[in-house]
């Protein structure tokens, strides 16, 4: 809780107007119990007349009129707490997510991570709307209501001064197990939505393998796991407030009974004293049992932000950038690769790539050819900048990658990956996406014309303006292709990443796309991960790569005349039988 | 008010613990007023030095009422929030129910980001059409009044203020906010979706957006949307509070109204002093049950928005009327004849006029350019979509009458593009079959050529740590681990080098000996060996035959053939 307590604390102004508030909060509790006894003791007691009274009535209803009032303005200041509040925590986990490196986005369940940021932080909304606020009450009024029963009757306050610690060691007890229920509960809610998210996704999938009602099944589990776990917070609630509510009870009891017995047995005490510190009481134990169930409402919040901490303390191996411009000469860059290393987990022996080693001059076409799962993308990630190398770098005109500014690279870079993502949007929305901020409707067209998928495009009813991706039309494979290849038509960048489809694309748009590519490596170096025999001979040189090593580098008929591997491999590309 | 009669169903589904929350709620606040009347009572009570055993039984009455009082309310909070939660449990069931009939078309009306939002938030706030909206009332009025009855045993013109202070905090304070309510729009429901949408697409398109270094844009804007979801939040916050202090002045100012009342009528002898505390100590007890009625007309209106958003979901279904199941263990063969298709929304036919036979036990590939309607000739013969016109027979029976999760149960299935789910490569494989064992999911791993994987190894969200050719090749093995006789394959190793893809086909035609088997390729070479090669262009069927006969035509096919010699050789 220390993290919330001090963001909530460190609002000096709004915690002393909480103070001032809640000051006078007691203040028109005790008048209302002084004016309201007042009146019943002199009707009832004194049997004065209604006029003599009209004053005390007056002075009822100012204070009356006072405790809404403020109890308002008390509320609305925690609110607007608890908004400050869930804007900082939420913003720093946007940052978060969109700080973090790719690797470590693709960790974990999207659906856990929107929970994490939604209800989460919303979970955070009671800590400052309810406990605190409750909490400075708590501070001042029972004190101020001891205060004024001491000066009445000094047993009944002893009694109260000895009941009332019962309460928050009882809470503290209380509390320990709230705070654990409640992060359970928090997780419990993100787990829902991660398996929510990703069966959704995969609906199909699971339709196709009779899976739906199974997966009905585990849905129906994940959520009443999720009601079992509220419902043991809750317990925990319940629980304590009834005992809160006995604790306070038999404290009222108890002062009632010391009163009665002194004004009937021995007639020590004035009905008017009894009669205050017997309205009193109640209103004494009520602001401590709010204050349980507040405090209820904060553990759980502090449950919330724990999980948050515990987010937002992931730290990650950022990608690192230096603070140089990529001087935009009139050549596109050269670049090489010395010794590059990476692996997504050495311990664990996953895959890795080793000792990489080439020179890409400018202008210049380089195809990354090998089997699937060889390292090809792992290492279009790597040029890219996407992913660091563990050892050895990448240069790009003669100087490390992380000396350039993260976003002087990406400008000239034009990456078309594997499985591009359709945002949803309009058709022009998304070629957009990939440009640089300063094209027109014109220049849209035009890449779409050279992706070879204006033709769709403009046959659609709404042409450009067709909304795509979720909530949008659907698209054929080599149509989304076709889309994202078009993004990187529109940048006209220095350098192009390629992972070149083979899904899908029929042979005539294959053939604009060679012509489009032809033109744009006239002023770019292109690096593809090549399927195409096209392409592959059309290459300068060829990186092969085998289980993440450089097993060949050289031109196409070099390596055909020297490696038999890599000849074998073309030979059966072309539909050759194996030997 | 559809969507608030759909809750009121669902409530009905708890009435035991309705009816619990209901008893114990009234014998709650009943004791709560009998607390401070007897002790009002006793107070004045005992200011007449009455004999010491009349107050023992006063006090007595008092501790009983406070034990009734906070076991009561302890009881009703525990079923009320019992029902209520197992309720937004079924509500969750049933929505995910509703939308599961929608795959593989919900994402072209929904995005994912809306629909988490609605079985999270938007079923977490139904919590309040219960909790408060549903059974508070009930409760309040059977207090209410009969309290009112008892007070109008002492003075008929106190339970008069009594009734008017119930009608003033319980109908008409509430009235005047549900008025203000409709002037001014509450959006928390929709802003809380929007960040949701905005959040999960950002995720989801992480890569693409760092790629084309939109993120900060992206950024700028989650902060946009998570701000204007604060505000909304906030802002009903706010109203809430507000209606929530006037009902407390008002019911305030009900007690005074009493107490000066009260006065009046004692000092003019009509009512005896001793009742005065009692009967105020009433009103006071009795108006906590009634303030919440204030902030009702916004959670009602809450959940109407929440339950509207849930229960429109799967209101423009089609139901599938098959009803005939497979039997299984034969092979199946399709006829098609002059089948239309087109997408709803969509003006242009995607399939035209296909007649088409696929005898059992054949080979068959289909090739054509993208976007010839080559998938979506798959999904029919899926019954994934149903043809506007011809019609479809599936081993002679009309696909109309054949229940769909029937023929999913026999075909395995390759996509264009396969969901993997987060979790480890076994549970992804366990998708196939009930009780597969270790050795069946290893021995296919290793007929894709995955031998290297192991069962346990990890499998994140979509499959995002496994290379695009890994990806094809588990979701073959876990066709071939289905077994089933229809094969329905879409470019299934499109990512796979030559080499591997020759393997996987070798282990492929192999098991597939005697089925059916329907294969889209975007590649030419090696369909010497198909039974009959479909050529589809634009929606419709332009060529078919073996390859050799479609070769010896020199068509469509002979031309692709050309043109792909240039590309790949
Ligand atoms: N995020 C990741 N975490 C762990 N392993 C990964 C991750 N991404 C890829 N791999 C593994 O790294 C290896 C190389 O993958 P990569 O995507 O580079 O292959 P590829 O050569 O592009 O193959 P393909 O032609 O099939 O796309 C694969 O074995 C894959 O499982
Ligand atoms: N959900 C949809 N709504 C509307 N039109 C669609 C939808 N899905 C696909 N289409 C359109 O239908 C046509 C056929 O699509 P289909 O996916 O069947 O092509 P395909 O032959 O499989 O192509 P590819 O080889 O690129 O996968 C395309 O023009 C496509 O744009
Ligand atoms: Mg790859
Ligand atoms: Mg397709």
């Known amino acids: 809780m220390k993290h919330l307590s001090k963001l909530a604390f460190g609002q000096r102004k709004v915690i002393l107007a909480l103070f001032i508030i809640s000051l006078i909060i007691g203040g028109t509790i005790i008048g209302q119990a002084y004016f309201f006894v007042a009146i019943v003791d002199r009707i009832f007691l004194e ?16 204070v009356l009129a006072g405790r809404a009032g403020f109890t308002w ?23 978060k997510f969109s700080r973090n490196p790719i690797q470590a986005s693709l960790k974990g369940q999207s659906g856990r991570k929107v929970s994490v940021l939604m209800d989460s932080v919303d979970e955070i909304d009671g800590y400052f709307s309810n406990y605190v606020p409750q909490m400075i009450q708590t501070a001042v009024i029972p004190l101020m209501i001891l205060i004024v029963v001491f000066t009445q009757h000094i047993y009944s306050g002893l009694i109260m001064l000895i009941t009332a610690p019962f309460i928050p060691f009882f809470m503290a007890i209380v509390g320990v197990m709230t705070k654990k229920k409640s992060e359970e509960q928090m997780e419990k809610l993100s787990a829902f939505s991660g398996k929510f998210l990703d069966t959704l996704q995969g609906l199909t999938t699971l339709k196709l393998f009779g899976r739906a009602q199974k997966q009905k099944d585990e849905i129906e589990k994940s959520s009443l796991g999720f009601r079992d776990a509220t419902m043991g917070v809750l317990k925990v609630a319940f629980i304590s407030s009834l005992m809160l509510e006995f604790i306070s009870m038999l404290s009222i009891g108890l002062i009632a009974l010391e009163i009665a017995i002194r004004l009937v047995v021995y007639e020590s005490i004035p009905f008017f004293s009894a009669f205050f510190i017997l309205v009193l009481a109640p209103e004494f134990y009520l602001t401590l049992k709010d204050f349980g169930s507040a405090f209820h409402t904060g553990r759980g919040s502090s449950g919330a932000a724990n999980q948050l901490a515990e987010e937002l303390s992931e730290t990650e191996s950022y990608v690192e950038w230096g603070e140089e411009k990529l001087s935009a000469g009139s050549n596109p860059p050269f670049l090489e690769l010395e010794n590059v290393h990476f692996s997504y987990g050495k311990e664990e022996g996953l895959f890795a790539l080793e000792n990489i080693q080439a020179t890409i001059p400018a202008y210049s076409q380089t195809a990354i ?102 909530a949008g039309r659907g698209l054929s494979g080599g149509e989304k292709q076709r889309l994202a290849i078009a993004r990187a038509f529109l940048k006209r960048p220095s350098v192009i990443l390629f992972d070149e489809p083979t899904t899908g694309l029929d042979l005539k748009t294959e053939r604009i796309l060679q012509e489009s590519m032809k033109e744009l490596s006239k002023t770019s170096t292109v690096i593809t991960v090549a399927h195409r025999l096209h392409t592959i001979k059309n290459a300068d040189q060829i990186l092969f790569l085998d289980q993440g090593n450089l097993a060949a580098l050289g031109p196409h008929e070099v390596l055909m005349e020297r490696h038999p591997e890599y000849k074998e491999m073309v030979r059966l590309q072309q539909g050759g039988t194996p030997a | 008010m559809k969507d608030i009669s759909q809750m009121i169903k669902l409530v009905a589904i708890e009435k035991k613990d309705v009816l619990l ?48 009082r906070a076991l009561g309310r302890y009881a009703e909070r525990y079923y009320s929030h019992r029902a209520t939660f197992t309720m937004l449990s079924n509500i969750r069931v049933a929505f995910f129910e509703k939308l599961e009939p929608y795959a593989p078309r919900v994402f072209q009306k929904y995005r994912s980001g809306d629909l988490l939002a609605r079985i999270v938030g938007d079923v977490e706030s139904l919590q309040n059409f219960f909790l408060r909206v549903y059974y508070p009332p009930v409760v309040l009025v059977v207090i209410f009044l009969s309290t009112i009855v008892f007070t109008s045993v002492f003075s008929t013109s106190i339970a008069i203020v009594l009734l008017l202070g119930l009608t003033l905090t319980g109908v008409f304070v509430p009235f005047l906010f549900s008025l203000r309510q409709r002037t001014i729009e509450n959006r928390v429901r929709e802003s809380r979706g929007e960040l949701s949408i905005d959040v999960t697409e950002f995720l989801y398109g992480f890569r693409d957006l760092k790629i084309y270094q939109q993120l900060e844009d992206k950024e700028e804007r989650l902060h946009e949307s998570s701000s204007s979801y604060i505000r909304e939040q906030e802002r009903e916050g706010m109203q809430r509070i507000f209606s929530h202090s006037v009902n407390t002045l ?26 005065l505390a009692m009967l105020v100590m009433i009103s006071l007890t009795v108006f906590e049950n009634a303030t919440p009625m204030a902030v009702l007309p916004s959670h009602l209106e809450d959940s109407k928005r929440a339950s509207r958003r849930l229960f429109s979901i799967g209101d423009e279904m089609i139901e599938d009327n098959g009803r005939l199941h497979l039997a299984g263990g ?105 009780d597969l064992t270790d050795e069946q999911m290893l021995d296919a791993l290793r007929d894709v050529e995955l031998g290297s994987f192991q069962l346990d190894y990890p499998v994140f969200e979509k499959g995002e740590n496994l290379s695009g050719g890994e990806k094809q090749r588990l979701a073959m093995a876990r066709a071939l681990l289905k077994g089933e006789q229809l094969w329905i394959l879409d470019e299934p190793t499109s990512s796979i080098d030559a080499l591997t893809e020759r393997k996987i086909y070798e282990r492929l035609f192999n098991q597939a000996e005697k089925d059916t088997l329907i294969l889209v390729s975007h590649r030419l070479t090696g369909l010497e060996l198909m039974d009959q090669i479909i050529v589809m262009d634009e929606g419709t069927i332009v060529e078919k035959g073996t390859y050799n006969e479609l070769m010896h035509k020199q068509g469509y096919f002979y031309e692709m053939k050309q043109i792909e010699k240039t590309i790949f050789g």
Do not use: C
Not at chain 1, 48 to 54: A, L, R
């Open chain 1, 47 to 62: 049997q004065q007349s209604f006029q003599e009274i009209v004053p005390l009535l007056a002075g009822l209803l100012l």
């Open chain 1, 73 to 95: 303005l008390h509320g609305r200041t925690g609110v607007k707490m608890a908004a400050r509040a869930k804007s900082h925590f939420r913003q720093a986990i946007i940052k």
């Open chain 1, 369 to 470: 050819v090998g089997r699937s799962g060889s390292g090809k993308s792992t290492l279009l990630h790597v040029v890219a900048g996407l992913i660091q190398p563990s050892e050895g770098q990448v240069k790009v005109n003669g100087e490390v990658l992380s000396f350039y500014q993260e976003h002087e690279w990406f400008k000239e870079v034009s990456y078309i990956s594997q499985h591009p993502y359709l945002f949803s949007g309009t058709i022009a929305e998304n070629i957009a996406i990939g440009g640089r901020g300063d094209h027109t409707m014109n220049d849209i067209k035009a890449a779409a014309q050279r992706a070879g998928i204006a033709e769709l495009i403009e046959s659609l009813e709404r042409g450009y303006e067709t909304p795509v991706g979720e």
């Open chain 2, 21 to 68: 929350s209901i008893l114990f709620g009234f014998l709650a606040g009943m004791a709560a007023v009998g607390l401070f009347a007897s002790s009002g009572y006793l107070i004045s009570r005992a200011a007449l030095v009455p004999p010491l055993y009349a107050l023992t039984v006063l006090i007595a009455f008092l501790k009983l009422f406070g034990f009734a």
């Open chain 2, 250 to 275: 008002v019911s305030l100012l009900i007690s005074w109204v009493v107490l000066g009342l009260g006065a009046y009528l004692v000092a003019r002898g009509d009512l005896n002093g001793l009742f």
């Open chain 2, 330 to 434: 034969e092979s199946y063969g399709f006829e098609l004849s002059g089948v239309d298709f087109r997408f709803p929304e969509e003006e242009r036919q995607t399939l035209q006029q296909v007649n088409l036979k696929i005898p059992a036990g054949s080979k068959t590939a289909l090739v054509g350019p993208s976007g010839s309607g080559k998938s979506t000739l798959l999904q029919l013969l899926l019954k994934i979509h149903t043809p506007n016109q011809g019609e479809i027979l599936l081993n002679e029976h009309p696909m109309a009458q054949i229940d769909e999760e029937s023929v999913w149960s026999k075909s395995n299935v390759v996509l264009q593009e396969n969901h993997f789910f987060f979790g480890t490569v076994r549970e992804n494989l366990q998708l196939a079959k009930d």
